[in-house]
């Protein structure tokens, strides 16, 4: 299997390569050559364990890694770290089946993918010979962070930089990145949103004289956002093992359609869904749930993706992890819909960056028939949460809460209450305990940590290892960088 950038530029690159590289020489982003088919049929999997599935999943993406280095991948990222029963668990509540993704060390569903990252990297790095120290330059909406410190924390031969938005993460977000141990690791606090954190560090891989400055220091970049190919692909396993889940508890049958339902802020997890898709796993609708910043919601009724000052303002909700109008991933289905053509998607991305807007083809409007848009607000969110707790005893996050919320207009929309529905449940309720707090009528209290203490008391729902004593621990990292001295801040972590 090859990967190819989605900016026509038709070199080929290995996994191993696509993966050390997080991003493309043409500014493009990796996909697959063809997406491929799965190697086995649903009824053969019924029953077997997450790490079966996501072997042979993985796997078939990255063929280039031999079965042996794999299996060390997925044996080393899907251990007890993960304190589900099976790494993921998925629960039945509200009429949906919520896939709890986020068992792992972060408590977000990041720690699926950036469990696993670390391992692909330092394999592809030994696969093709590289002996260079590899940065891990992260933009962070408050969970891939922490989440990537956790995974490449004194790994050897990486350094790891992420950036976060002041003011634009929970404060146990916050407190989860910055009290953060590992001698290769640096956290900044940007001046600015997550769209200027994730320009910042697109805009420093492509600077060519940084990089050429950064080579002669034995030091190449590479990235944990979902930009990279390696952070996407694990992602596709979760997906196929819930539908092997709903055929097996007989929720449906092999062959019948489920639909997911995925928070959307970066593209990264629904379009793993589509991933899925491609490969076989019969899914229905892909509905793609935001919250006020609904550049996606617009973007999949009219075709037309409008970020422009004036139309569009970017909101600080309290599902902050979604606060996003420049949806990376979205290149990478713009290339699958359009019959790849990179230089359709080369033009458009090109106008979204002089003009803030642009308008896709009839052709690509077409394959967006497959996808619907929601999305919730602030108001709507916390409204969500309560509700779920009261009648059915179930706890959400407010991320989880706006797919909720987006799922149930989609049902009054259009009538498919009957079709299996998977949503994708990506954080823990006390990552944002404030707003889960307020809508089970709890509070006010005095600060995040005992919105977390108050939270646990009430429902009884066990608080993740990760988040216990936040506050107790000491604040590691304290530097705050303004958006236009990222790079000097790299500079400064690598001395
Ligand atoms: C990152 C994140 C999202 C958005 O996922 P994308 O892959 O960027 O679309 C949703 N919810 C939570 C809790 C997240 O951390």
């Known amino acids: 299997m090859k990967y190819e950038s989605t900016r026509g530029s038709r070199l080929k690159k290995t996994g191993a390569q696509a993966i050390i590289q997080g991003i493309a020489e043409d500014k493009g982003l990796y996909v697959p050559e063809t997406i491929p088919v799965l190697p086995f049929n649903i009824e053969e999997l019924k029953g077997k ?8 999943v993985i796997g078939a993406f990255f063929d280039d890694f031999t079965p042996e280095e794999m299996r060390h991948c997925i044996g080393g990222a899907y251990d007890s770290k993960f304190t589900a029963s099976d790494v993921v668990e998925l629960k039945e509540a509200g009429g949906a089946h919520f896939l709890e993704l986020y068992h792992g060390k972060t408590a977000a569903f990041k720690d699926m993918a950036l469990s696993i990252l ?21 933009a962070t909406s408050g969970d891939t962070g922490k989440a990537a410190l956790e995974g490449f924390a004194d790994v050897y031969g990486t350094e790891i930089v992420v950036f976060y938005p002041t003011g634009g993460v929970s404060q146990v977000q ?18 600015g949103n997550f769209d200027d954190a994730q320009t910042g560090v697109k805009k420093i ?24 190919i390696g952070r996407l692909v694990p992602q596709v396993a979760y997906y196929v093992y819930s539908y092997v889940k709903l055929a097996e508890r007989g929720v449906l049958k092999a062959g019948e359609p489920m639909n997911v339902v995925v928070p959307t802020g970066n593209f990264g997890n629904i379009l793993a869904a589509y991933f899925a898709r491609e490969m076989g796993v019969p899914v229905g609708k892909f509905i793609c749930a935001s919250n006020d910043n609904k550049v996606l919601t617009d973007f999949i009724r009219t075709g037309v993706y409008d970020i422009r000052k004036g139309v569009r303002e970017f909101y600080c909700t309290n599902s902050p992890s979604m606060d996003i109008l420049i949806s990376s991933n979205l290149e990478r289905l713009l290339y699958l819909l359009s019959g790849r053509d990179g230089e359709i998607v080369r033009g458009l991305m090109e106008r979204l960056d002089k003009e803030k807007v642009y308008e896709v083809t009839p052709e690509v409007r077409r394959g967006l028939c497959d996808f619907y848009g929601g999305f919730c607000t602030e108001k709507e969110t916390i409204d969500a949460i309560s509700r779920m707790w009261e009648k059915n005893g179930y706890l959400m996050d407010t991320h989880t809460a706006v797919a909720y919320k987006v799922y149930q207009d989609y049902v009054r929309e259009t009538g498919d209450k009957d079709t299996p529905t998977v949503i994708a449940s990506t954080a823990s309720a006390y990552k944002f305990a404030e707003s889960a707090a307020t809508a089970c009528g709890i509070g006010p209290c005095r600060d995040g940590f005992e919105y977390v ?7 009884g729902v066990e608080v993740p290892y990760g988040l216990r004593d936040l506050d107790k621990k000491p604040v590691l990292h304290k530097g705050v960088v303004d958006a236009d001295k990222m790079a000097d801040a790299v500079r400064e972590a690598l001395k």
């Open 453 to 459: 203490a108050a939270l646990a008391s009430a429902t």
């Open 49 to 56: 364990p997450y790490k079966e599935i996501a072997f042979k």
């Open 205 to 228: 891989f492509n600077d060519d004289a940084f990089a050429a400055e950064l080579a002669a220091a034995g030091v190449r970049l590479s990235s944990a956002n979902s930009i990279n």
């Open 174 to 191: 916050e407190r989860q990145m910055v009290t953060q141990e590992g001698k290769n690791t640096h956290v900044f606090a940007i001046r």
């Open 118 to 138: 670390p391992y692909l990297m330092t394999t592809s790095l030994k696969k093709e010979g590289v002996t260079d120290r590899i940065c891990i330059l992260t």
